[in-house]
């Protein structure tokens, strides 16, 4: 669980990454960005800061971003309502992302992530580069030594049903003091 | 119709907008921008600039750009396939981008359109600004004097199926010598 105080301070950061990749905020919208600790209390090594931008029944749009070395952990996203998943193409707007997929695992590959994983395809996307996830496929990400600000196009986003390989994490953010 | 030579101009100058709106491009996206005059052969004053990151048959994101006072016509996305019809979210990310949808007709409107065209309810969208179209429901919009630099997030596109309010219009991209 992170404090209000390390939400406050990872809203700003996060803001200020994304306007220096051009991303224009509405007041509003910096209240409004999520920063998930996955219940392990690592923030700046295992997390994500996201924005919403639309989430409809029908599809989702949001930027991700992330700190240097700062790691999604491996999940997936299963069917739901009669869908087969959430599907979703990532674009990397700046830093570099290192995606990991289902697939032939990558030799020699670049991150490294201390906790349960099965993912081993390296897909590496800097500015420009991106990638579409099947749904509910494993896939984890780590960004490079400048951090990254990722677009995420999709179909309809339920992060409360996402399945992560370790099961010690919980996705619902939580915020103490 | 337009030039070959007038489309390489178009595409050039998207770039730039979108270069200048901290949109990286790969070499091979600049090449599949696409020019639509909707066949008036008056592409400065009506037309769009587009270009598609991702259309599967579940959702869709481009990035629309347009020249300073360049209309995109009135249009509408009709039920296709058993789905209501597109839905689409504009974001602003540079420039400011009037868009007329239904609804109580706006009294002084921001920009007059020599074409046939019904929606009148005016909304300015300025960077970080956006909002979402119900589908089969008109609309249309003109970039303000600096141009407007539009990321689309929608249900998937299917641009050939558009109905103009103008039937002189034709969608589907025409290009020759």
């Given at each position: 669980m992170i404090s209000a105080r390390e939400q406050r301070?990872?809203?700003?950061?996060?803001?200020?990454?994304?306007?220096?990749a051009g991303?224009?905020?509405?007041?509003?919208?910096?209240?409004?960005?999520?920063v998930a600790d996955f219940g392990l209390g690592r923030l700046r090594e295992?997390?994500?800061?996201?924005?919403?931008?639309v989430n409809t029944d029908r599809y989702c749009a949001?930027?991700?971003?992330?700190?240097?070395?700062?790691?999604?952990?491996?999940?997936?996203?299963?069917p739901f309502e009669g869908t087969p998943g959430k599907e979703e193409t990532?674009?990397?707007?700046?830093?570099?992302v290192y995606l990991y997929v289902e697939g032939e695992p990558t030799r020699a590959p670049t991150c490294d992530y201390p906790g349960p994983h099965g993912a081993a395809h390296e897909i590496a996307l800097g500015p420009g580069g991106q990638h579409t996830i099947p749904p509910n496929t494993l896939h984890w990400f780590q960004a490079g030594p400048e951090g990254a600000v990722?677009?995420?196009f999709s179909s309809t986003s339920r992060d409360e049903l996402?399945?992560?390989t370790d099961p010690t994490i919980e996705r619902a953010p939580a915020v103490g003091d």
């Open positions: 301070d990872a809203q700003a950061d996060t803001a200020e990454q994304l306007a220096a991303v224009a905020l509405t007041h509003e919208e910096r209240a409004e960005i999520e295992v997390g994500l800061q996201l924005l919403v931008y949001k930027e991700l971003v992330l700190y240097p070395g700062q790691t999604c952990p491996e999940h997936r996203h299963p990532f674009r990397c707007r700046r830093g570099t990722v677009s995420e996402d399945v992560f």
